[in-house]
């Protein structure tokens, strides 16, 4: 759980099976290996369930194996997490009603799992979301729309277009990350420190 | 609290009737000024001012079926209930040229316009605000379907225009004739991120909800509408402490009818118990209270500390509230 003063940050859940759900998918990344399994401990014997998991890891977690154990069935691993997230645009496209969604990982995952989810309406009554592992931030660079993540210091040059943003203390629930605006738009060159984000 | 004696209705004019079945009757109502009526979407009702006599002023919710992109005019759809207060009789004697007081539409049945799909599932005067939820969701170009059910074939006048206006989208069951509509067929195995919206009596109401939630459907997906029938009850006298006012509810008319119709404007919106709107605190009652709600908790209730004026009342003598 992340602890800011910054109200728009999402607030996140601790997984627990919905008692109400046809299929129960389970979906995470690096760290949130640990909370999909306990959660798959706790998902009652002869539910349908169905396990995707990434690899990919800014600390280096991996639960791979630890999965694979707690999971009744297959676990669908993939080596990247925009891997992950295309083929659970694809396996949401061909979903019914009745089905529920956990997530586990970084806010930055979240954050991109949640933009697929919105595709498909899911409501918080449908979709569960745990906080695992680093604290870094997903920006949203507004100017090129480009994605920059594990963003650790308040100033950065965006990688999409190369601009010294500012991480703007808001995260935009539409976006799926905070926002990046130039930092030295009023005065070239003329940027506030580049200190640690508070995250 | 307001005491404009306007109360918040527009006058209009019935500018067309149409007959389209024995029992149900379409009304045209247009602004006595020339201009145009409040924007609305579909799904909206609005509350007609009824004046039975002297002392029975009532107010019917009735949804909109007319188009939402033109407000030159709405368009209601009356079914005349035989019993009941007689609001629906007294539409059914109007005729064109007849001058009316409406409310601004409220939407309390809205489309949830980011659904893959939208399921309605209608039953006999329920149909009418599907006429302004389909154009929304045809102009949006979204996917949609519709399930009408009709006793017989001469109660379907309303689902056959739906069925013309709308198409193949539209399937209209005649229930005396071909059995009653299978809910779980229509929700099983539907598109993630699909909608379904109920509009009918309380039973299929109570039927479709219970359908889609033995499917897992989450109940952010399920949308319903239900206009609860008033209940009259005996007359009593409401006292109003902090304006220092006494009035009579007629035995057919709910406390906050008789409040609008002496010019004083409480808050409110779905006027049948469920929004929470018009909550009033009792400080006295020396007959038991009626609570008809689905508001108010139990032990409130039990309590008798509030109750909500548009459909509960006191059971005779003199109810004092905090008004």
Not at chain 1, 46 to 73: C, D
Not at chain 2, 35 to 46: A, E, V
């Amino acid at each position: 759980m992340l602890i800011t003063g910054i109200k728009s940050r999402p607030v996140y859940d601790r997984l627990a099976p919905f008692s109400d759900a046809l299929l129960h998918l389970v979906v995470g990344q690096g760290s949130g290996g640990s909370a999909m399994a306990r959660l798959l401990a706790d998902i009652p014997a002869g539910a349908e369930v169905e396990v995707m998991y990434s690899t990919e890891s800014f600390t280096g977690q991996n639960h791979a194996e630890g999965l694979a154990t707690a999971s009744p069935g297959h676990v669908c691993r993939f080596a990247s997490n925009a891997d992950l997230e295309q083929a659970l645009q694809v396996r949401l496209a061909r979903a019914f009603m009745g089905t529920r969604l956990y997530l586990a990982g970084s806010e930055s995952f979240i954050g991109l799992a949640m933009k697929v989810a919105r595709q498909f309406d899911l409501n918080a009554d449908e979709v569960l979301r745990e906080h695992c592992g680093s604290l870094v931030r997903r920006v949203w660079c507004v100017h090129c729309d480009a994605y920059n993540e594990n963003i650790t210091q308040r100033v950065f040059s965006c990688a999409g277009c190369g601009k010294p943003l500012v991480v703007r203390d808001h995260y935009s629930r539409l976006m799926g990350a905070f926002m990046g605006v130039q930092g030295d738009a009023e005065v070239p060159g003329e940027l506030p420190d580049a200190s640690d984000l508070d995250t | 609290m307001s005491t404009d004696t306007a109360v918040g209705l527009i006058p209009v004019t019935v500018t067309a009737i149409d007959d389209v079945t024995p029992d149900i009757r379409v009304l045209r109502l247009s602004p006595e000024d020339g201009h145009y009526l409040p924007g609305f979407s579909g799904g909206s009702h609005i509350t007609v001012g009824i004046d039975l006599d002297a002392e029975t002023h009532l107010r019917n919710a009735y949804s909109l079926m007319s188009s939402p992109y033109d407000t030159s005019h709405y368009e209601i759809a009356v079914r005349r209930v035989e019993g009941g207060r007689g609001g629906s009789r007294f539409i059914h004697t109007l005729r064109a040229g007849d001058r009316l007081g409406i409310s601004s539409p409220v939407n309390l049945f809205p489309i949830q316009i980011h659904g893959k799909l939208h399921i309605f599932i209608a039953g006999g005067i329920g149909i009418t605000p599907l006429f302004p939820q389909l154009e929304e969701l045809e102009r949006a170009g979204a996917a949609f379907e519709a399930h009408v059910s009709c006793r017989h074939p001469e109660d379907a006048a309303l689902a056959h225009r739906l069925a013309q206006r709308f198409g193949s989208n539209v399937h209209v069951r005649h229930t005396s004739q071909s059995g009653r509509q299978n809910f779980g067929s229509v929700l099983a195995r539907r598109p993630l991120g699909s909608h379904v919206y109920i509009c009918g009596p309380a039973a299929m109401i109570a039927e479709v909800r219970a359908t889609a939630c033995a499917l897992g459907w989450s109940g952010s997906h399920v949308h319903y509408e239900e206009f609860v029938e008033q209940k009259t009850g005996k007359a009593f006298d409401l006292k109003l402490a902090r304006s220092g006012i006494t009035l009579r509810v007629p035995a057919q008319v709910s406390p906050l009818e008789v409040l609008e119709a002496n010019g004083i404007a409480i808050p409110y919106l779905c006027r049948g118990g469920a929004c929470g709107q018009c909550e009033t605190r009792v400080l006295q009652s020396d007959s038991a209270l009626e609570h008809n709600d689905v508001w108010l908790s139990d032990e409130t209730k039990a309590r008798n500390s509030h109750f909500m004026p548009c459909i509960s009342r006191a059971d005779g003598g003199m109810l004092i509230v905090d008004l």
